[in-house]
């Protein structure tokens, strides 16, 4: 079965700290794709980065920046230098492709991210 | 803004009522999704339209009746809800890549 695990429930760190955001999942397929969105309090979701399986580069994209290792099964999201408007829950998924479609997204529970003044 | 919009954003209904939540994009996006997410829970998948018809229905019981009159309106029909239906529903769409586009919601109650 497939299944995302986000061990941490709620982070808190003072602005300016790095913060990075575990994720770990499990699935039987050999091509599968891995997400992050953040959800900030108004509850909409925006999607952060996708991954495929056959790509292991990490990815940087302005203070974010990712670190997928299929050796472990992790797709870790940090954030350089938070700053309050971090402060969201962030989500890391999964995803099947029943349907023909990759948006059929497997979420784990969420990490609670509060970035303080 | 989000370019998936849902209406109505708040609706309180009785376990009697029939009601409906709307979604729309003009992405130009072939799958259309309904997704439930209860307080402090992650989104769970319901429905998945991919070129209008439905692709997948995540057992969700009958009283929750999906309809996707074009590829840009994507509909829940909402009959005889229970208490425990109350929840974020989020609509999302996509390319099929996996990188959705939600919108910001419909928080239903049901009393």
């Known amino acids: 079965a497939q299944k995302v695990t986000q061990a941490q429930t709620e982070i808190s760190v003072v602005e300016k700290e790095d913060v990075t955001l575990d994720c770990v999942y499990e699935?039987?397929?050999?091509?599968?794709?891995l997400f992050w969105y953040k959800q900030p309090p108004s509850g909409e979701l925006v999607f952060l980065i996708r991954?495929?399986?056959?790509?292991?580069q990490n990815e940087i994209s302005g203070r974010y920046s990712w670190n997928f290792q299929k050796s472990t099964s992790s797709f870790n999201f940090t954030i350089t230098a938070s700053q309050v408007v971090d402060s969201a829950v962030y989500f890391c998924?999964?995803?099947?492709?029943?349907?023909?479609?990759?948006?059929?997204?497997?979420f784990g529970k969420g990490t609670k991210l509060s970035v303080k003044p | 803004d989000t370019e998936v919009t849902q209406t109505p954003k708040h609706l309180v209904m009785g376990m009697t009522n029939k009601k409906s939540l709307k979604c729309e994009q003009h992405?130009?996006?072939?799958?259309m999704y309904w997704y439930k997410q209860k307080a402090k829970k992650p989104p769970e998948l319901m429905f998945v339209?991919?070129?209008?018809?439905?692709?997948i229905n995540e057992s969700v019981p009958s009283r929750f009746s999906p309809e996707c009159p074009n590829s840009s309106l994507l509909n829940l029909h909402l009959h005889a809800l229970q208490p425990e239906d109350s929840a974020l529903y989020l609509c999302?769409?996509?390319?099929?890549?996996?990188?959705?586009?939600f919108g910001e919601g419909s928080r239903l109650t049901v009393l």
């Open positions: 998924a999964l995803s099947d492709e029943r349907g023909g479609s990759q948006g059929n997204l497997i």
């Open positions: 339209y991919s070129y209008e018809k439905l692709s």
């Open positions: 991954r495929n399986s056959f790509d292991e």
């Open positions: 992405m130009g996006h072939r799958a």
């Open positions: 699935t039987r397929d050999t091509t599968y794709y």
């Open positions: 999302a769409s996509s390319l099929g890549t996996g990188e959705l586009f």
